[in-house]
């Protein structure tokens, strides 16, 4: 992988370690109850990982709009597949999520997809 998704997998583990080892009962069943959210159930875990790179884009968050496409990446979420996620996010945000689109082609080129 490149340079920048290197980093923001580095940082993410380090700090996720350090939430886990100091954080409260509740942090911890937070951060359990989100690895969990994304599994296979009634939907695809493909299915639910797009719908949370859309809420990313959306809510216009950079480090999650970077994990989710990591994620969808991982499920085998095709360029096409991207390129609809990122209309209806486009559609439900507006154009001041247009950055954050930018963001995301930004990990797919790495990603060389």
Do not use: W
């Amino acid at each position: 992988m490149g340079e920048r998704i290197d980093k923001f997998n580095k940082f993410r583990s380090e700090m996720n370690e350090r939430i886990l080892g100091t954080g409260t009962t509740e942090t911890k069943r937070f951060l359990a109850l989100d690895s969990r959210v994304y599994e296979d159930g009634a939907l695809p875990a493909k299915t639910k990982e797009l719908l949370g790179l859309v809420a990313s884009l959306v809510l216009r968050c950079n480090d999650c709009i970077t994990y989710h496409v990591l994620q969808c990446a991982q499920h085998g979420v095709t360029r096409q597949e991207f390129g609809e996620a990122f209309d209806v996010a486009l559609i439900v945000g507006g154009s001041i999520t247009i950055p954050h689109l930018r963001e995301a082609h930004a990990v797919l080129k790495e990603l060389e997809l």
